[in-house]
């Protein structure tokens, strides 16, 4: 079966200039030769990540811990306690002028895109935890119902126009049929914890480190990294996923006092699966962004960040100029149809074409 390598390597965005040639008219064709990793393939690239996994450094810890300030109760608590920061919030705390939410809406009003994300969410966690998944759009909505937190989303998608309702019921569908072929199934004894939360509790109120991760695998080790963390969206690559998944290894590491040897996001659209090696460079890059997004919380008009500025924190800035409103092309395949779709004895070769009428993103 011929395999790809989606995250580059030691080689950032190598394998996307190798795996998309530019057509004529600006649309996106895969090189000759790519295909999305199936199976053990898929699971070789999870687990392979050509450096040598690193060893539990208490010194490391200790200072990331005293760069954020941790052990001193940095930031000013909340009246119901210390204030709780996730990846998300450090993002929008980053943000820029032009991409601040200051209506603090948070990007969360229903929309095609996020009920996507949703469906799929449970619908990884399904696969997971009990191997299958039958019909997909309504498995999705039946576990989406039993979360109270859902409960509008789950209204929302039952008020939606026919024509709607069928096109996302169709993508949710060619998704989860690519996700049941391509996504190994997990030996027991890798430990498998799906909505892992990872949590670094404030020692004297100030700021609690907390990420909720879609998938942990590996068991927990006290010498040496063991686990990789994985998230799964339906989205498209957004530098927003990277400085997540980082995020998620810094957590990691000062929560249990050991790395991950990998962080990775699995892009149920498209196969795509990008793979961190976590490193010290990793931490300590994760944790400055880290210190400068709780600086950010403490006193929003200090953040330095604006969008003309090229070493802007602003994850949106990164991914293009404002005027942009869907990933640049030459970085994001085209959706597969599943109509377009030809699954081999491999469960690799596939034709693409077709277009998907909301990219975006996760909902978790």
Avoid: N
């Amino acid at each position: 079966m011929t395999t790809s390598d989606t995250s580059g390597g030691d080689r950032p965005g190598a394998s996307r200039t190798h795996r998309a040639e530019q057509g004529s008219r600006g649309r996106v064709a895969w090189a000759p030769g790519w295909r999305p990793l199936a199976g053990s393939a898929l699971l070789d690239r999870l687990r392979v990540t050509g450096r040598a996994r690193p060893e539990a450094d208490p010194a490391l810890v200790a200072d990331l811990r005293a760069h954020l300030g941790l052990d001193i109760g940095a930031g000013r608590p909340g009246p119901d306690g210390p204030v709780v920061v996730t990846g998300h919030r450090l993002t929008r705390a980053l943000a820029c002028a032009a991409h601040a939410d200051p209506e603090g809406t948070d990007g969360r009003e229903p929309t095609l895109a996020l009920a996507c994300g949703a469906l799929m969410d449970v619908l990884f966690r399904q696969l997971v935890v009990t191997g299958s998944i039958g019909g997909a759009f309504d498995d999705g909505l039946d576990a989406l119902s039993v979360d109270d937190r859902r409960l509008p989303l789950v209204a929302w998608i039952g008020a939606l126009a026919p024509a709607e309702r069928a096109g996302l019921r169709a993508e949710v569908d060619r998704q989860a049929e690519g996700l049941r072929l391509r996504w190994p199934a997990l030996d027991p004894t890798w430990l498998p914890r799906t909505k892992e939360c990872l949590r670094v509790p404030a020692t004297d109120g100030g700021f609690e480190l907390v990420a909720r991760v879609d998938l942990a695998i590996g068991r927990p080790a006290v010498d040496e990294a063991s686990v990789a963390l994985v998230d799964v969206t339906s989205g498209v690559p957004r530098s927003a996923h990277v400085a997540d998944r980082r995020f998620h290894a810094l957590v990691e590491t000062l929560r249990s006092g050991v790395p991950p040897f990998a962080v990775a996001t699995y892009y149920t659209r498209t196969g795509e699966l990008d793979v961190d090696p976590v490193t010290a460079d990793v931490l300590v890059a994760a944790a400055r962004r880290c210190r400068a997004g709780l600086g950010a919380l403490v006193d929003p008009d200090a953040a330095p960040w604006t969008a003309d500025d090229p070493t802007s924190a602003c994850a949106a800035c990164a991914d293009g100029p404002l005027a942009v409103a869907v990933p640049r092309e030459h970085e994001v395949p085209p959706p597969v149809p599943m109509a377009e779709v030809r699954v081999a004895a491999d469960l690799d070769a596939v034709r693409v074409g077709g277009s998907m009428p909301f990219p975006e993103e996760r909902a978790a």
